[in-house]
Protein backbone atom coordinates (compact mmCIF):
# COMPACT_ATOMS: atom_id res chain seq x y z
CA UNK A 1 0.00 0.00 0.00
CA UNK A 2 1.21 3.78 -0.97
CA UNK A 3 2.60 5.30 2.13
CA UNK A 4 0.49 8.39 1.04
CA UNK A 5 -2.38 6.62 0.96
CA UNK A 6 -2.82 6.33 4.90
CA UNK A 7 -4.95 8.10 6.49
CA UNK A 8 -3.51 9.24 10.25
CA UNK A 9 -6.09 10.52 12.29
CA UNK A 10 -4.28 12.47 14.95
CA UNK A 11 -4.07 10.96 18.42
CA UNK A 12 -4.06 13.41 21.12
CA UNK A 13 -2.00 12.26 24.37
CA UNK A 14 -4.87 12.61 26.81
CA UNK A 15 -2.74 14.76 30.40
CA UNK A 16 -6.00 15.23 32.31
CA UNK A 17 -5.93 14.23 36.01
CA UNK A 18 -7.90 11.81 35.95
CA UNK A 19 -5.79 9.83 33.49
CA UNK A 20 -3.20 9.83 35.97
CA UNK A 21 -2.26 6.43 37.48
CA UNK A 22 -0.77 6.69 40.99
CA UNK A 23 1.29 3.94 42.12
CA UNK A 24 4.39 3.58 44.69
CA UNK A 25 6.59 4.61 42.33
CA UNK A 26 5.26 8.43 41.36
CA UNK A 27 2.68 8.93 44.46
CA UNK A 28 5.11 11.48 46.19
CA UNK A 29 5.45 13.32 42.80
CA UNK A 30 1.88 13.64 42.36
CA UNK A 31 0.99 14.34 45.94
CA UNK A 32 2.98 17.36 45.85
CA UNK A 33 1.59 18.51 42.59
CA UNK A 34 -1.82 18.10 44.32
CA UNK A 35 -1.01 20.45 47.22
CA UNK A 36 -0.50 23.60 44.93
CA UNK A 37 -0.75 26.32 46.32
CA UNK A 38 0.63 24.77 49.67
CA UNK A 39 3.60 24.39 48.81
CA UNK A 40 6.18 23.92 51.02
CA UNK A 41 8.96 25.08 48.62
CA UNK A 42 8.00 27.23 45.40
CA UNK A 43 10.93 25.74 43.50
CA UNK A 44 10.31 21.60 42.73
CA UNK A 45 12.59 19.53 40.50
CA UNK A 46 11.14 16.61 39.39
CA UNK A 47 12.81 13.87 37.79
CA UNK A 48 12.85 10.58 35.92
CA UNK A 49 12.93 8.86 32.72
CA UNK A 50 11.58 9.38 29.79
CA UNK A 51 7.97 8.36 29.53
CA UNK A 52 7.99 8.45 33.25
CA UNK A 53 4.84 10.86 33.52
CA UNK A 54 7.11 14.29 34.30
CA UNK A 55 5.14 16.32 31.34
CA UNK A 56 1.61 14.88 32.80
CA UNK A 57 2.32 16.29 36.22
CA UNK A 58 3.67 19.05 34.81
CA UNK A 59 0.19 19.48 32.38
CA UNK A 60 -1.76 18.37 35.90
CA UNK A 61 0.11 22.12 37.35
CA UNK A 62 -0.60 23.84 34.28
CA UNK A 63 -4.14 22.92 34.35
CA UNK A 64 -4.47 24.74 38.02
CA UNK A 65 -2.95 27.96 37.79
CA UNK A 66 -1.36 31.01 35.17
CA UNK A 67 1.67 29.18 33.94
CA UNK A 68 4.26 29.19 31.29
CA UNK A 69 5.06 25.96 30.17
CA UNK A 70 8.39 25.80 28.14
CA UNK A 71 11.29 23.42 26.66
CA UNK A 72 14.39 23.98 28.50
CA UNK A 73 16.00 24.47 24.80
CA UNK A 74 13.41 27.35 23.96
CA UNK A 75 14.08 29.25 27.14
CA UNK A 76 14.92 33.10 25.54
CA UNK A 77 15.51 36.32 27.10
CA UNK A 78 12.06 37.26 26.69
CA UNK A 79 11.18 34.01 29.10
CA UNK A 80 11.65 36.33 31.73
CA UNK A 81 9.20 38.97 30.90
CA UNK A 82 6.41 36.05 30.09
CA UNK A 83 7.32 34.34 34.04
CA UNK A 84 6.76 38.00 35.46
CA UNK A 85 3.02 37.72 33.83
CA UNK A 86 2.32 34.22 34.91
CA UNK A 87 1.88 32.52 38.69
CA UNK A 88 4.24 29.90 37.71
CA UNK A 89 6.53 28.77 35.22
CA UNK A 90 7.41 24.81 34.17
CA UNK A 91 10.84 24.24 32.71
CA UNK A 92 10.46 20.72 30.58
CA UNK A 93 13.77 18.72 30.09
CA UNK A 94 16.58 20.28 32.02
CA UNK A 95 19.56 20.28 29.82
CA UNK A 96 23.15 21.74 31.42
CA UNK A 97 23.38 23.37 27.66
CA UNK A 98 20.72 26.31 29.26
CA UNK A 99 22.34 29.84 29.68
CA UNK A 100 22.90 29.47 33.66
CA UNK A 101 22.76 33.26 34.10
CA UNK A 102 19.02 33.06 32.62
CA UNK A 103 18.24 30.19 34.93
CA UNK A 104 19.08 32.07 38.38
CA UNK A 105 17.52 35.07 36.84
CA UNK A 106 14.33 33.08 36.38
CA UNK A 107 15.22 31.26 39.56
CA UNK A 108 15.39 34.76 41.25
CA UNK A 109 11.88 35.83 39.71
CA UNK A 110 10.32 32.62 41.75
CA UNK A 111 11.58 33.67 45.05
CA UNK A 112 11.46 37.71 44.80
CA UNK A 113 8.03 37.81 43.06
CA UNK A 114 6.35 34.94 45.13
CA UNK A 115 5.93 32.90 42.00
CA UNK A 116 6.34 29.10 41.51
CA UNK A 117 8.77 27.05 39.39
CA UNK A 118 8.97 23.41 37.93
CA UNK A 119 12.09 21.60 36.23
CA UNK A 120 11.54 18.31 34.52
CA UNK A 121 14.84 16.18 34.23
CA UNK A 122 15.86 13.21 33.90
CA UNK A 123 18.19 13.51 36.69
CA UNK A 124 18.08 15.21 39.81
CA UNK A 125 19.13 18.87 38.75
CA UNK A 126 21.48 18.78 41.71
CA UNK A 127 23.87 16.75 39.51
CA UNK A 128 23.98 18.65 36.68
CA UNK A 129 27.30 20.40 36.66
CA UNK A 130 26.40 23.84 36.71
CA UNK A 131 29.90 26.53 37.21
CA UNK A 132 27.55 29.77 38.48
CA UNK A 133 28.07 29.39 42.34
CA UNK A 134 24.90 31.39 43.06
CA UNK A 135 22.84 29.02 40.81
CA UNK A 136 24.33 25.79 42.81
CA UNK A 137 23.47 27.42 45.88
CA UNK A 138 19.83 28.05 44.53
CA UNK A 139 19.74 24.45 43.11
CA UNK A 140 20.77 23.10 46.85
CA UNK A 141 17.80 25.04 48.31
CA UNK A 142 14.83 23.15 46.30
CA UNK A 143 12.35 20.30 46.74
CA UNK A 144 13.84 17.23 44.29
CA UNK A 145 11.21 14.55 43.73
CA UNK A 146 11.88 11.57 41.76
CA UNK A 147 10.21 8.72 39.39
CA UNK A 148 10.69 5.77 40.44
CA UNK A 149 11.04 2.78 37.82
CA UNK A 150 7.71 1.30 37.02
CA UNK A 151 6.08 -1.47 38.97
CA UNK A 152 4.32 -4.55 36.48
CA UNK A 153 0.92 -3.26 37.21
CA UNK A 154 1.66 0.64 36.50
CA UNK A 155 3.31 -0.77 33.03
CA UNK A 156 0.07 -2.67 31.84
CA UNK A 157 -1.90 0.47 32.75
CA UNK A 158 0.69 2.95 31.04
CA UNK A 159 0.20 0.54 28.06
CA UNK A 160 -3.60 0.35 28.06
CA UNK A 161 -3.53 4.07 28.25
CA UNK A 162 -1.66 4.72 25.67
CA UNK A 163 -3.27 2.04 22.98
CA UNK A 164 -6.70 3.90 24.28
CA UNK A 165 -5.10 7.21 23.73
CA UNK A 166 -4.19 6.05 20.03
CA UNK A 167 -7.89 4.65 19.64
CA UNK A 168 -6.28 0.94 19.25
CA UNK A 169 -8.84 -1.88 21.11
CA UNK A 170 -6.27 -4.14 23.24
CA UNK A 171 -7.12 -7.34 24.73
CA UNK A 172 -5.54 -8.06 28.25
CA UNK A 173 -3.54 -10.94 26.63
CA UNK A 174 -1.81 -8.52 24.39
CA UNK A 175 -0.78 -6.34 27.54
CA UNK A 176 0.29 -9.81 29.35
CA UNK A 177 2.36 -10.75 25.93
CA UNK A 178 3.87 -7.36 26.03
CA UNK A 179 4.25 -7.04 29.69
CA UNK A 180 6.59 -10.54 29.72
CA UNK A 181 9.25 -9.26 27.07
CA UNK A 182 9.63 -5.91 27.10
CA UNK A 183 12.12 -3.71 29.71
CA UNK A 184 11.09 -2.65 32.70
CA UNK A 185 11.97 1.02 31.74
CA UNK A 186 9.52 3.74 31.02
CA UNK A 187 11.93 4.94 27.47
CA UNK A 188 11.19 1.14 26.18
CA UNK A 189 7.77 1.71 26.63
CA UNK A 190 7.12 5.06 24.98
CA UNK A 191 9.48 3.29 22.31
CA UNK A 192 7.71 0.38 21.84
CA UNK A 193 4.33 2.53 21.45
CA UNK A 194 5.71 5.08 19.00
CA UNK A 195 6.89 2.38 16.84
CA UNK A 196 4.01 0.03 17.21
CA UNK A 197 1.87 3.22 16.08
CA UNK A 198 3.76 4.42 12.73
CA UNK A 199 4.86 0.49 11.76
CA UNK A 200 1.10 -0.60 11.97
CA UNK A 201 0.26 2.58 10.01
CA UNK A 202 3.36 2.29 7.60
CA UNK A 203 1.85 -1.07 6.67
CA UNK A 204 -1.52 -0.61 6.53
CA UNK A 205 -2.27 -3.78 8.98
CA UNK A 206 -4.39 -3.86 11.68
CA UNK A 207 -3.40 -4.71 15.50
CA UNK A 208 -2.56 -7.94 16.07
CA UNK A 209 0.01 -10.36 17.60
CA UNK A 210 1.74 -10.58 14.58
CA UNK A 211 2.65 -7.17 14.77
CA UNK A 212 3.46 -7.05 18.69
CA UNK A 213 6.31 -9.37 17.83
CA UNK A 214 7.56 -7.48 15.01
CA UNK A 215 8.25 -4.50 17.09
CA UNK A 216 9.73 -6.03 20.08
CA UNK A 217 12.26 -7.24 17.74
CA UNK A 218 12.70 -3.68 16.82
CA UNK A 219 13.35 -2.00 20.47
Known amino acids: MNDQLLLKFPSQQAYKKEDFYVSPSNQEAYDFINSWPKWIKQIINIFGPSGSGKSHLASILQSKTSCLKIECNEIKDNTFFLFKTKEA ?120 LKLIKEVLKMI
Open 89 to 208: LIIENLDEKISEKLLFSLWNIALQDNKYLLITSKKPINLYKFKLKDLVSRINGCMVIGINLPTDDLISVILAKNFSDKQINVEKKHIDYILKRIDRSYEKISQFISILDKYSLKKGTPFS
